[in-house]
């Protein structure tokens, strides 16, 4: 029987030499392993696509009220950055950042009238404070703002129109006398009172939110809502004579 | 926080560094809620330092192709951030700045405290190890689907914009110097923040430090920056005993293979954050900063 010969060098001896070596045949071996490009794009691809899908139907779920200046909302979501500098500019704290609940809007900033509303500052603060431009700095006049528009939803609410005494929205309005105005006729039940209606002036209305704020009501009657959701839109085939200024 | 390092038994300089960076960038950004003092307002997304705008450079870029418009004073705000990781390392927003990074930093204590408390000595627990390269398909996928959609797709599900929001503008009103004091209490305090905890408990459970490795499009972004970067990593070999300590500490240990396997002479990879944890752990000295201009090996 042949008895092998123990080798004299032990391979495992730990010197420099060897370390080295080691650390080369590693780098050699992480050079030689690919990156499997395929199931990557594939993966991607997939994933993607999911992605445009949830984000499609998250779209448009629900109108917040953005600070003035903001925006069309498409355009308002491709470029909001987040930041919150809108709200620490803002003096009354009215504007907050969305929530995650709020899906895609996560982080831009909203306001919620009945909260804290929006008080129309004469030098608007949040546009100067936005780095993105999506409160557009072209809005330099509040009287420009367009955040919303102010609608009586509920007019059998509305205590104006049951006959008593109330114009609180129509004090509360940053543009007293041009946004709501108080129109006047006889109470037909009693013959001998008037019934103040206030009447939103389209035109006017930047949808701050202070007359949704000050409503006396437990639910308001008067809302801002947004531009697509209060305005309709006369065929353009229409041409009405009677139509003044 | 052990403040030597056992093998060098040198002070970890760079380590105290790094968390007085990451603590002051907090820190910074609640100046203002919590004193009223307005040098610095704005969170992590974009921001206003002393009259400077900057802003994330990978949120811009998404605004860009979300929006089809160019914005220039956006555009310059995250002009002026890139410059400024061109200077110092690209991933050196990972490592210094993220306020999620911290988050993710501290899921990764937990783990090793719990580690070195419940188990046998040498076990290192569960450790799922995917590619690097998984962040660069997220980034691009980012960037698609925001052209797609035009929605800014990474600031949905971001824990970075989430733990920014949850700090910055939970913590107090937005502007304690208003006449109501209401606070706007809704931005991280909410789901949101289960994105957050949910990433570091998996983190703590499975793999260490895994979404800023292998999943983050910012962190992506900034190791394409970083490629470029003056401020790099160097290995002299004169001293360097191959005792591969410092890789053992490196959060992304690759980084260190071929400088180590004496291919280059500087730390080239974008995935190094230039948290200087080899230099503080190298027994030798042989590892520094070191000024590396974007064609130097």
Known sequence: MVRLKQTVERPDEDTYERRLERVQEHVAAMSRRRFLAIPGILGSVIGGAFAVFEIELLKGKKFHLRPPGALAEEKFLATCLRCGQCAQACPYNSVRLAAAEEGIAIGTPYIEARRIPCYLCEDLPCIKACPSGSLSKEITDRGNVKMGLAVIVDRQACIALQGLRCEVCYRACPLLGKAIALEFRPHEVTGKHAIFEPVVNFDACVGCGLCEHACILETPAIKVLSLADAKGLMGRHYRIGTKTG | ?297
């Not at chain 2, 705008?53 to 979300?66: F, R, W």
């Not at chain 2, 809704?186 to 923040?193: D, E, N, P």
């Not at chain 2, 499009?217 to 290995?235: C, E, K, N, Q, T």
Request: proline share 5%; charged share 15%; net charge positive.
């Open chain 2, 1 to 297: 926080m052990i403040l030597r390092d056992p093998v060098s038994e040198k002070f970890r300089k760079w380590l105290v560094i790094r968390r007085a960076a990451q603590i002051s960038v907090v820190g910074m950004f609640l100046l203002f809620p919590l004193t009223g003092v307005a040098w610095i307002q704005g969170n992590i997304g974009a921001a206003n330092l002393f009259g400077l705008s900057v802003a994330d450079p990978l949120s811009v870029l998404e605004s860009i192709v979300a929006s089809r418009r160019v914005y220039v004073p956006a555009l310059i705000a995250a002009g002026i951030v890139i410059v400024f990781y061109l200077a110092v390392g690209g991933r050196a927003y990972c490592g210094y700045v993220c306020p999620a990074g911290l988050f993710f930093e501290a899921s990764s204590a937990v783990r090793n405290a719990v580690l070195k408390a419940f188990s046998r000595p040498k076990r290192t627990g569960w450790n799922v190890e995917l590619s690097p390269h998984l962040k660069y398909y997220l980034l691009i996928g980012v960037l698609a689907v925001s052209a797609v959609t035009g929605v800014m797709t990474f600031e949905i599900f971001s824990p970075i914009g989430i733990a920014t929001r949850a700090i910055v503008n939970d913590f107090a009103p937005a502007n304690p110097n208003a006449q109501n004091l209401e606070r706007v209490a809704v931005a991280g305090a909410s789901v949101g923040l289960l994105v957050l905890v949910g990433i570091a408990l998996f983190e703590a459970a499975f793999s260490k430090q895994a979404w800023c490795r292998f999943v983050c499009p910012l962190g992506a972004f900034y190791s394409i920056v970083g490629r470029l970067s003056l401020l790099r990593v160097r290995i002299d070999h004169t001293d360097c005993a191959l005792c591969l300590n410092c890789q053992s500490d490196c959060p992304a240990k690759y980084v260190l293979d071929r400088p180590l396997a004496k291919e280059q002479e500087f730390v080239t990879m974008g995935d190094c954050t230039n948290c200087g944890s080899c230099i503080d752990s190298c027994p030798s000295a042989s590892l520094k900063f070191a000024l590396r201009l974007p064609w130097q090996k």
